[in-house]
């Protein structure tokens, strides 16, 4: 409530002001927000958001001492309940973005400042979405092809938000190649915890991303979405190339820190290196799109690791998959949109581990089968999606049944 309060506050001063400034300029796209114009434009301002009120639903199938069991997961809820203010100076090239989700116990997303070289260099400094991960989930969750993210995204990543530095750039106008980079701290977002008592762990996380769009840019409203939602006339394609690397990782994807505690002969604590690789390709034509992903991750720097304080146990090559996600995965994605705002999607993914014998082994060997469907009757800030899914995990004990996951989930997604 009293989030809301301070929000309706800074609108109503934000309009007052407009009313004492002739030269300035208020107007509102659907879709897009308020967005205010000071000084005969120099200074810009922006409010907007979007909600997705949702049905969710999930029956898992697992074998257990008793036999095989079954739980069955029923919820309404707001998956995602966003309020974004950002504003740009023209003349001292800054711009600022503030994220919030109030759907979430932590609900601060992104927070930064940038500084604009030019037109194609660009700085940035704070918390906000890297571009080092797989390309599904280095778009916002408004832009999603289906209800939930793919199996990739989910288990590779976590929030998909660090705080650090981030350069991003971009070259050539027929033939378009976009190098991005980023040194961030290596702890996910709001990496220094709750108070300054809860320190960083580990050291530096570097990555990178480059595009490549080899016929050309896509359209400007198909540039942060896999969907074709501008039916490009022409083909057009992005082949992207990510890796990242964590100097010393102490959460399973290397977003976070404190999850686990891993030490040398003296007690200290000693974490390992932790990197992932993501290739993928983006095609658009006319309302056809077609997404394919693979994924590897792999943990390095493994020598004079104990799991215990005392130096009594080593930690064995393979007990590292029980810490850290191993392994490599492979996804495809496929939809049409068609003219009137209907689209009809598909996935498969496939995971493997990359210890498969090791029962601890966070990642499991596993494959995920998906179906969506969507309808957009305002472009994308006004959609209704429904999709369903059957993931099945290959039992660790030989000769058990697999595990199985069904399920489904119905949402609405207004933009304001």
């Known amino acids: 409530m009293k989030n809301s309060i301070i929000t309706l506050t800074l609108i109503v001063l934000s309009f007052s002001a407009f009313s004492q400034e002739q030269k300035n300029k208020a107007n509102y796209d659907f879709g897009n927000g308020i967005n205010f114009s000071f000084n005969e434009g120099k200074y810009q301002f922006n409010i907007y958001g979007f909600i997705k009120p949702s049905y969710i639903y999930s029956d898992e199938k697992s074998l257990n001492d008793n036999g095989q069991f079954s739980e069955v997961f029923r919820q309404f809820n707001s998956k995602n309940s966003n309020l974004f203010f950002s504003g740009r100076a023209l003349d001292e090239k800054l711009s600022f973005?503030?994220?919030?989700?109030?759907?979430?116990?932590?609900?601060?997303?992104?927070?930064?400042?940038?500084?604009?070289?030019?037109?194609?260099?660009?700085?940035?400094?704070?918390?906000?979405?890297?571009?080092?991960?797989?390309?599904?989930?280095?778009?916002?969750?408004?832009?999603?092809?289906?209800?939930?993210?793919?199996?990739?995204?989910?288990?590779?990543?976590?929030?998909?938000?660090?705080?650090?530095?981030?350069?991003?750039?971009?070259?050539?106008?027929?033939?378009?190649?976009?190098?991005?980079?980023?040194?961030?701290?290596?702890?996910?977002?709001?990496?220094?915890?709750?108070?300054?008592?809860?320190?960083?762990k580990g050291g530096i996380k570097l990555g990178s991303r480059i595009n490549f769009y080899p016929f050309g840019d896509f359209s400007r409203g198909n540039k942060q979405t896999t969907v074709d939602l501008e039916r490009e006339e022409k083909l057009k394609a992005q082949i992207g190339f990510a890796f990242s690397k964590n100097f010393g990782a102490s959460n399973s994807v290397g977003e976070g820190h404190g999850d686990f505690t891993l030490y040398d002969n003296l007690g200290d604590e000693n974490y390992p290196d932790y990197s992932q690789l993501f290739l993928d390709l983006n095609v658009k034509y006319q309302g056809f799109s077609l997404v394919l992903e693979y994924a590897d991750a792999h943990a390095s720097g493994l020598n004079n690791i104990y799991i215990d304080p005392n130096g009594l146990t080593l930690l064995r090559p393979t007990e590292i998959s029980n810490f850290l996600v191993l392994g490599d995965s492979q996804g495809l994605q496929f939809?049409?949109?068609?003219?009137?705002?209907?689209?009809?999607?598909?996935?498969?993914?496939?995971?493997?581990?990359?210890?498969?014998?090791?029962?601890?082994?966070?990642?499991?060997?596993?494959?995920?089968?998906?179906?969506?469907?969507?309808?957009?009757?305002?472009?994308?800030?006004?959609?209704?999606?429904?999709?369903?899914?059957?993931?099945?995990?290959?039992?660790?004990?030989?000769?058990?049944?697999?595990?199985?996951?069904?399920?489904a989930s119905f949402l609405v997604q207004i933009a304001f």
Not at 362 to 379: P, T, V
């Open 97 to 200: 973005k503030i994220q919030m989700d109030y759907s979430s116990t932590d609900p601060l997303v992104e927070a930064y400042i940038g500084y604009h070289f030019n037109e194609k260099i660009n700085l940035y400094f704070g918390q906000m979405r890297v571009n080092h991960n797989n390309l599904e989930m280095g778009h916002s969750d408004d832009k999603l092809r289906f209800t939930e993210r793919g199996m990739i995204s989910q288990l590779f990543s976590k929030s998909g938000e660090e705080f650090g530095l981030f350069l991003e750039t971009s070259f050539g106008d027929t033939f378009v190649v976009k190098p991005q980079f980023s040194v961030t701290s290596g702890d996910g977002k709001n990496s220094f915890g709750d108070d300054s008592r809860d320190s960083d």
């Open 335 to 407: 939809g049409y949109l068609s003219k009137n705002g209907y689209s009809l999607d598909f996935m498969f993914e496939q995971i493997n581990p990359e210890f498969d014998l090791n029962t601890g082994s966070i990642l499991r060997d596993s494959s995920n089968l998906g179906i969506g469907i969507s309808k957009y009757l305002a472009g994308n800030s006004l959609k209704i999606q429904a999709s369903a899914f059957k993931t099945n995990y290959k039992n660790r004990i030989i000769g058990l049944k697999d595990d199985e996951l069904i399920s």
